[in-house]
């Protein structure tokens, strides 16, 4: 029972951080997201890991995103492992294809940063 019972705890308190750590990516993507449309790209490139700025420039980066990131809806995707995570801006809650963007961030020590890398998903 003692055994259980702490599986349970392990569990529950891991399923807890999780939960956590996508409301932080989330509020993260939102401030990203607004910050491109209100065409604030030196805010927005701030949020960016120092190594996408040394190979970037601002102007650069200004081209990159000239266009607004889609807005997280409902049930969308946020997978981390480590200190990576791939954010899939739209609904995931009827066992879809994924058909679009997902985006990269890597934690660091001033919270989660983009790191500019996406991948292409097709259905």
Same mark, same amino acid.
């Given at each position: 029972?003692?055994?259980v019972?702490?599986l349970?705890?392990c569990?529950?308190?891991?399923?807890?951080?999780?939960?956590?750590?996508?409301?932080?990516i989330?509020?993260?993507?939102?401030?990203?997201?607004?910050l491109?449309?209100?065409k604030?790209?030196r805010?927005a490139?701030?949020?960016?890991?120092?190594?996408?700025?040394?190979?970037?420039?601002? +102007?650069? $980066?200004? @081209?990159?995103?000239?266009?607004?990131?889609?807005? %997280? *809806?409902?049930?969308?995707g946020? #997978?981390?492992?480590?200190?990576?995570?791939?954010?899939?801006?739209?609904? +995931?809650? $009827?066992? @879809?294809?994924?058909?679009g963007?997902t985006?990269? %961030? *890597?934690?660091?020590?001033d919270? #989660?940063?983009?790191?500019?890398?996406?991948?292409?998903?097709?259905?």
């Amino acid at each position: 029972l003692c055994v259980v019972t702490a599986l349970t705890c392990c569990f529950l308190g891991y399923q807890r951080w999780q939960q956590q750590r996508r409301a932080e990516i989330a509020a993260r993507y939102h401030s990203f997201h607004e910050l491109l449309a209100a065409k604030d790209y030196r805010s927005a490139y701030a949020m960016m890991t120092p190594e996408y700025q040394q190979r970037h420039s601002l +102007t650069v $980066f200004s @081209e990159q995103f000239d266009t607004p990131l889609p807005s %997280l *809806q409902p049930a969308c995707g946020i #997978w981390s492992r480590g200190d990576q995570a791939e954010v899939y801006p739209y609904s +995931t809650r $009827f066992l @879809e294809l994924l058909n679009g963007e997902t985006y990269t %961030l *890597q934690r660091g020590a001033d919270g #989660w940063l983009f790191t500019g890398d996406t991948k292409l998903y097709l259905d």
